[in-house]
């Protein structure tokens, strides 16, 4: 279906629609500039997850991708959660099949894994279980894992290498990763330094350890806002997702945000995030479709870690 529309019309028309549903609007750091300006709440896998939690609105258009909005729905299933474009997906999410992570914990059954979950999977991986993290609480998380049972990280080994070397906590990984954030090389961030030697680095954990290594600062999207409001430094290397710097030009207008290049491009985009679109925003509002369901056994299972993820995080 397509539509006509200007893209003055469309966001006069996504907002009178939000009205009529009684819908919020939450966006993710990495949605295009028109997605977070008409956003209600734009931030991070953490904040969007307690944002979903505590909203009165009967319907939540989720821009982001597609576990965020799953994730929404698990918290709240009362609602009703629609998405842009449910073919949002993760690569994150696409190295961990539920089928391989339950056989591996099948065969692993003596080791009484204790699971540490990234968001960036799929309910059934969540159901799977022991507790869910993000970015931006991961160190918290695994500091309050039990002493007594092996960790296993799944299933990004980045972030997960990350976090081991934050708490000193031994962990075995899931072999997966963002296909955005491996794109950045050692030589394509030491290239953007050399060009400008003055400026502080800021990294998501999703990088490389050769990558992080270079960074002054390694934080989830949302800490990233605060990093560069505090920093006294006037020009920032923002090495993550191209879209976050629209977020960071917007709370920080007054200093010189460089995105992190790769070797084969200037900024890094992550396609899934990209497919979201103000014309698709205001179809799903039209449409309440896409709409996430789920099963309730798998959505009972995994809301189970992910509450627990959200008290540890209070
Ligand atoms: P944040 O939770 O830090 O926003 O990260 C989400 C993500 O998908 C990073 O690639
Ligand atoms: Fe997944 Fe990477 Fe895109 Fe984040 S940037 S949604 S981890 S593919």
């Known amino acids: 279906m397509t539509t006509t529309l200007s893209s003055t019309d469309l966001r006069a028309d996504i907002l009178a629609l939000k009205k009529e549903r009684n819908a919020v609007i939450l966006a993710h750091n990495y949605q295009i500039a028109e997605i977070q ?3 209600d709440y734009v931030g991070d896998s953490l904040g969007l997850a307690f944002r979903a939690q505590e909203t009165d609105a009967d319907v939540i ?10 994730t929404a729905k698990m918290i709240n299933p009362e609602k009703t959660v629609v ?3 449910a073919n949002a997906g993760c690569s994150l999410e696409d190295s961990c099949p539920a089928e391989d992570l339950g056989a591996f914990l099948e065969q692993n059954k003596e080791k009484n894994y204790y699971v540490i979950t990234y968001i960036n999977s799929s309910a059934a991986v969540k159901a799977l279980s022991d507790v869910i993290c993000t970015s931006g609480n991961a160190v918290r998380i695994v500091e309050a894992a039990p002493e007594d049972r092996p960790i296993l990280f799944v299933p990004d080994q980045n972030l997960g290498a990350w976090v081991s070397q ?3 906590r031994e962990m075995d990984f899931w ?3 963002c296909y955005v954030h491996v794109e950045f090389t050692r030589d394509s961030i030491q290239r953007i330094k050399d060009e400008h030697p003055d400026a502080v680095t800021v990294a998501h954990p999703e990088c490389t350890t050769a990558v992080r290594l270079l960074a002054d600062v390694v934080c989830s999207t949302e800490k990233m806002v605060d990093f560069c409001k505090e920093t006294e430094s006037q020009n920032i290397i923002v090495v993550t997702e191209a879209n976050m710097l629209h977020r960071l030009r917007r709370e920080v207008p007054d200093k010189n945000l460089i995105p992190g290049p790769t070797d084969n491009c200037a900024c890094a985009e992550c396609r899934y995030m ?3 679109t103000m014309e698709k925003l205001y179809l799903c509002l039209r449409d309440l479709s896409p709409q996430v369901q789920l099963d309730e056994t798998t959505r009972e299972r995994a809301k189970a870690p992910i509450m627990k993820m959200l008290e540890l995080s209070k």
């Open 274 to 276: 990209m497919m979201n």
């Open 37 to 39: 300006e008409i956003a």
């Open 175 to 177: 072999n997966g990763n």
């Open 166 to 168: 934050q708490t000193g």
């Open 61 to 70: 258009a989720f821009c982001g991708v597609h576990f965020m909005a799953e």
């Open 83 to 85: 998405l842009p474009d």
